[in-house]
């Protein structure tokens, strides 16, 4: 079974940046999608940005030219650099782990957007 570690959430004012991390804890070989969902509070959990071992992209309409999607295939670890953070943007992050045959996730790492 495999699990994915996350970091990298807190406290930050708006405008300022967050870099997310996520790394599974098995080499994956064959195709797959990693990437970030958001859970606001009230509200349904949404996509934030996935990336393909390929190097594919994926924004959301609110992430667009303020977050940035990565990956290591060496490590399988993707990485989510948000700036420009707003208060919109408080919410638990999940990373979202998809593979041929199983999808998995992480337990959540908070981000908070206040002055």
């Known amino acids: 079974q495999v699990q994915l570690v996350e970091s990298g959430g807190g406290l930050v004012q708006p405008g300022g940046s967050l870099r997310l991390s996520c790394t599974a804890s098995e080499r994956i070989f064959s195709i797959y999608t990693m990437g970030w969902y958001r859970q606001g509070s009230g509200k349904q959990r949404e996509l934030v940005a996935t990336i393909t071992n390929g190097g594919t992209t994926n924004y959301a309409d609110s992430a667009k030219d303020r977050f940035t999607i990565a990956i290591d295939n060496a490590d399988n670890t993707v990485y989510l650099q948000m700036d420009n953070l707003k208060p919109e943007d408080t919410a638990v992050y999940y990373c979202?782990?998809?593979?041929?045959?199983?999808?998995?996730w992480g337990q959540g790492t908070q981000v908070t957007v206040s002055s």
């Open positions: 979202n782990l998809l593979t041929i045959t199983n999808d998995y």
